[in-house]
């Protein structure tokens, strides 16, 4: 006894240590919604090596200490050992009994929440292995991932996530931005998962956006669930200058005053600085600039600059130009007089300007006079290319000036003669240095300074071009640059129109990442004042089949026997050139467009899939399921349970069938081919019986036609109580045989003895008498002369005592030796001398031995007498002694 214990533990330690035999491998926790689908990736071994003959799926299992099993609802069970179904119900068995436990159940439901137990025997093993269920009423929100910081224009990838993933269930995640993004999903034993990749350039308006990712269901169109995060993209100040006046065109002297407006800032700026040309302006570092009297020296490019912990950044150019006041006085001198002569005699000439509107002419002179030096007026100038350009030749003279002589950078124009004469349309090739000569009758005056005709006009010659090496495969990143030959005033931004969408940007770059297979043309616009655009480029990239898909011939239901058709489609390819492949149940079967069946079978029923490349890759269309309809076939009858059957027992045959449809209507039948009348898939019989011996076969019928089983055996054995009572009732019949037998041999042997006797006492009297033995109970007299009682030790159940009597009669005579005996001189006179006594004794080894019994009553004792009666009176009678008289 107190080894008793140790020994439990032991036992139950090395139960523990041999349970570590059995390894899996599967999520913990598996995530869905309602009406989805779970796919439980599942791998085990068993060290042993052993195949597991049984698996049973359990929900919500729970452990019965007391029965030692376990209890709970069963979603997945296999029948019998080593058929392991492919489908129960909602759950479907895509493993093995050698390392796969892989399950799918579909749909799934909210109530599957919980906890799956996978109950696996071996022969020698058994294992409870837990899965838990989440399952809630909705789909669930993605998660999205972004990285620690995002800044501007350097890459980024977020990413979506759900931990959610089945092959039966497509989902689809697409973000808010329209960027190019990738979609993969995982199932493995380690993760089960569904994730979308961003990957794109940030730009500074992405800031404080939501980005958000959507989970949509393909099949129904509909949004499932969706996530949304707050960007916080990091950058160096954006700024803008507002200039008052707004035009930025001032006269000397004048007030200008400029404002640096931050327009976003990631993180908080740190200082305002500003420049002119480029050059920084010294003591300048407010946000607000102002120039109270602005000179022709402060004309420029001014711009505001800003800095914080990511970088600085300037504004864009404000070009301020500044124009000298009119004059107040003649600015010009007959030839030969001095300015000052002029000055003195009230006269002047005016100081021309190119960019300034005609000045009210001067008081004219008051003596002749010949043309001052002449000065051009343009209106307007600038121009806009296209656009209509007055010019105005002024000369101050007395008499006015009559002719006029126009020259274009230094050359004299033919045909003009007028004080004014116009462009129509101005050009490019208009632009240049305009001067005049007045003439009046006193002579020519001199040409004076010239005027500058400015042309502005939109960039010329913008092309896109493309930076890549061709050809482009889809999902490259391609690079394209926006080029002009001349623009004027000078490019200040590039425009992009790109998927339909116009972008505006300043560097004259775009980079298209991760291009997609149906990018449309490209094309850009350079900008001044004015934009032109580019001719749209074609980035013809080259990409994988699309959209493959399976046509079958015929469309309606596939029944076992017809020509089915099965053609490979895809909406396109570049290159066109593409090979056909097809595979069922993920094996290669061949190559070609077409794949035909002659007289299709069950066999070829499965899922297939239409494989289409090129020489950039390969697509592949979804799986199409190929159903062979049928009647039923290979019917055949199991029997439950399948070992030893015993009467009284409960018995379960099941007709099992191969069809599609399933098998509809079930008919029973015995070993007579007597139809049952039973119409369900089990024949129950409960209790069992020796009278249900015999073979039974079943018939299934569908909508396409009827199969019928060969006949299985059933065979019912005895009992143990049947055998107990049939094995009781053959021993008591042999009991009753052995004792009838030993009663017959008893019965013969009494007989025999009793015949002897006859025979002695035929021999002695010469008569035959009955010998009867009573049970009396006689007292035994010790003197006296009665008759001898003779005791046998040995035949104690036998006749112990008899008395022979025989009465003799007057005449009889007497036998020779019965007078002379010593015992018969010895009785009492009162006793009849005739009476004979003698001892009855089965004959032993010795002589018999006289004794007187010791024991007064004894019921094992018989006593008998044996009387004769003669002619005399009878002897009176004894109790217990019957006389019988026999009579010859």
């Given at each position: 006894m107190h080894l008793l214990g140790p020994l439990l533990l032991l036992l139950e330690y090395l139960a523990f240590s041999d349970s570590t035999s059995w390894t899996f491998e599967h999520p913990k926790t598996l995530y869905a919604w309602d009406g989805a689908c779970v796919w439980i990736p599942c791998r085990y071994s068993i060290v042993n090596r052993h195949s597991i003959d049984n698996l049973t799926v359990y929900h919500n299992y729970k452990y019965d200490n007391s029965t030692k099993s376990y209890s709970g609802t069963i979603l997945y069970k296999n029948l019998k050992i080593r058929d392991f179904p492919p489908r129960q119900g909602r759950v479907r068995f895509l493993g093995n009994n050698r390392y796969n436990c892989t399950l799918l159940i579909n749909p799934v439901k909210v109530n599957d929440s919980g906890q799956l137990g996978l109950r696996m025997t071996s022969k020698e093993d058994k294992w409870m292995e837990p899965i838990g269920l989440n399952i809630s009423e909705t789909a669930p929100p993605p998660r999205i991932e972004l990285p620690p910081e995002i800044r501007e224009l350097r890459d980024v990838t977020v990413t979506c996530l759900l931990n959610f993933a089945c092959f039966e269930y497509q989902v689809h995640l697409q973000w808010s931005l329209e960027e190019p993004a990738v979609t993969s999903t995982c199932l493995s034993t380690k993760t089960v998962s569904t994730q979308s990749t961003l990957t794109f350039q940030p730009q500074w308006t992405h800031h404080g956006k939501n980005l958000t990712c959507q989970l949509w269901d393909p099949t129904e169109q509909q949004l499932l669930s969706e996530e949304t995060v707050w960007l916080d993209v990091k950058h160096a100040p954006k700024l803008k200058i507002q200039v008052s006046p707004t035009e930025a065109t001032v006269t000397e002297g004048e007030s200008v005053t400029m404002t640096c407006q931050i327009v976003s800032s990631n993180p908080r700026h740190q200082g305002v600085s500003w420049l002119r040309d480029g050059a920084p302006l010294l003591g300048e570092e407010t946000p607000t600039l102002t120039l109270p009297q602005v000179t022709r020296k402060m004309s420029g490019q001014y711009q505001c600059k800003a800095h914080n912990d990511v970088g600085s950044e300037k504004s864009e150019a404000v070009d301020l130009q500044v124009h000298c006041e009119p004059a107040g006085s003649w600015g010009g001198a007959r030839p030969g007089v001095s300015r000052g002569a002029f000055q003195a005699h009230g006269r002047g000439a005016p100081e021309a300007s190119a960019h300034h509107h005609p000045q009210p002419p001067r008081p004219r002179p008051l003596l002749p006079d010949a043309p001052e030096p002449s000065s051009v007026q343009i209106f307007s100038s600038p121009a806009k290319e296209g656009n209509k350009v007055e010019l105005t030749c002024i000369s101050l003279a007395n008499p006015p000036p009559t002719n006029y002589t126009w020259y274009y950078n230094g050359l004299k124009m033919p045909g003009k003669t007028d004080r004014t004469f116009q462009i129509s349309e101005v050009l490019l090739r208009h632009a240049g240095e305009y001067s005049c000569l007045a003439e009046n009758s006193l002579g020519p005056g001199e040409a004076g300074q010239g005027a500058d005709l400015e042309v502005q006009y939109p960039p010329k010659e913008v092309i896109t071009v493309i930076q890549n090496r061709t050809p482009i495969r889809e999902g490259d990143s391609v690079i394209l640059s926006c080029t002009y030959n001349s623009s004027n005033p000078r490019v200040t931004r590039y425009e992009w129109n790109h998927l339909g969408f116009q972008d505006r940007l300043l560097p004259a770059g775009l980079t298209i990442r991760k291009v997609a297979w149906d990018t449309g043309p490209v094309k850009c616009a350079a900008c001044n004042q004015w934009c032109l655009w580019s001719p749209p480029v074609n980035l013809d990239v080259q990409y994988a089949p699309k959209d493959v898909s399976v046509q079958v011939t015929p469309h309606n239901e596939i029944r076992s026997g017809n020509p089915v058709l099965l053609q490979c489609d895809f909406l396109s390819s570049r290159p066109t050139d593409v090979r056909f492949f097809w595979k069922k149940n993920g094996i290669l079967l061949e190559e070609g467009k077409k794949l035909s069946f002659d007289a299709i079978s069950p066999e070829d029923a499965g899922t297939y899939h239409c494989l289409v490349?090129?020489?950039?890759?390969?697509?592949?269309?979804?799986?199409?399921?190929?159903?062979?309809?049928?009647?039923?076939?290979?019917?055949?009858?199991?029997?439950?349970?399948?070992?030893?059957?015993?009467?009284?027992?409960?018995?379960?045959?099941?007709?099992?069938?191969?069809?599609?449809?399933?098998?509809?209507?079930?008919?029973?039948?015995?070993?007579?081919?007597?139809?049952?009348?039973?119409?369900?898939?089990?024949?129950?019989?409960?209790?069992?019986?020796?009278?249900?011996?015999?073979?039974?076969?079943?018939?299934?019928?569908?909508?396409?036609?009827?199969?019928?089983?060969?006949?299985?055996?059933?065979?019912?054995?005895?009992?143990?109580?049947?055998?107990?009572?049939?094995?009781?009732?053959?021993?008591?019949?042999?009991?009753?045989?052995?004792?009838?037998?030993?009663?017959?041999?008893?019965?013969?042997?009494?007989?025999?003895?009793?015949?002897?006797?006859?025979?002695?006492?035929?021999?002695?009297?010469?008569?035959?008498?009955?010998?009867?033995?009573?049970?009396?109970?006689?007292?035994?007299?010790?003197?006296?002369?009665?008759?001898?009682?003779?005791?046998?030790?040995?035949?104690?159940?036998?006749?112990?005592?008899?008395?022979?009597?025989?009465?003799?009669?007057?005449?009889?005579?007497?036998?020779?030796?019965?007078?002379?005996?010593?015992?018969?001189?010895?009785?009492s006179p009162n006793r009849d001398d005739t009476v004979t006594y003698s001892v009855v004794q089965k004959r032993q080894v010795g002589d018999y031995e006289n004794v007187t019994p010791e024991v007064l009553e004894d019921e094992g004792i018989h006593y008998s007498e044996l009387v004769r009666f003669g002619s005399g009176e009878p002897p009176l009678a004894q109790e217990g002694v019957e006389y019988v008289t026999l009579k010859h």
């Open positions: 490349n090129n020489s950039i890759g390969q697509n592949s269309s979804k799986a199409w399921v190929l159903q062979v309809l049928y009647a039923p076939r290979s019917l055949r009858v199991s029997i439950s349970p399948k070992d030893r059957l015993v009467e009284g027992k409960k018995a379960v045959l099941t007709c099992e069938s191969d069809a599609n449809p399933p098998t509809s209507h079930y008919t029973w039948f015995d070993w007579n081919n007597r139809d049952l009348r039973h119409y369900d898939q089990m024949l129950r019989l409960d209790p069992v019986t020796l009278q249900h011996s015999g073979a039974y076969w079943c018939q299934g019928t569908n909508r396409l036609g009827r199969g019928r089983s060969p006949p299985t055996t059933l065979t019912v054995y005895y009992s143990s109580a049947t055998i107990s009572r049939r094995v009781a009732l053959g021993v008591g019949l042999c009991l009753a045989i052995f004792l009838l037998a030993t009663w017959g041999v008893k019965l013969q042997r009494n007989w025999k003895r009793t015949q002897r006797q006859q025979g002695l006492q035929e021999g002695s009297s010469g008569q035959s008498f009955f010998v009867r033995n009573v049970k009396a109970r006689r007292i035994p007299q010790a003197e006296g002369p009665h008759s001898l009682g003779c005791y046998n030790p040995v035949m104690e159940d036998a006749v112990s005592y008899a008395a022979l009597r025989f009465p003799r009669g007057e005449t009889d005579a007497p036998r020779p030796g019965d007078a002379g005996t010593s015992e018969t001189r010895g009785l």
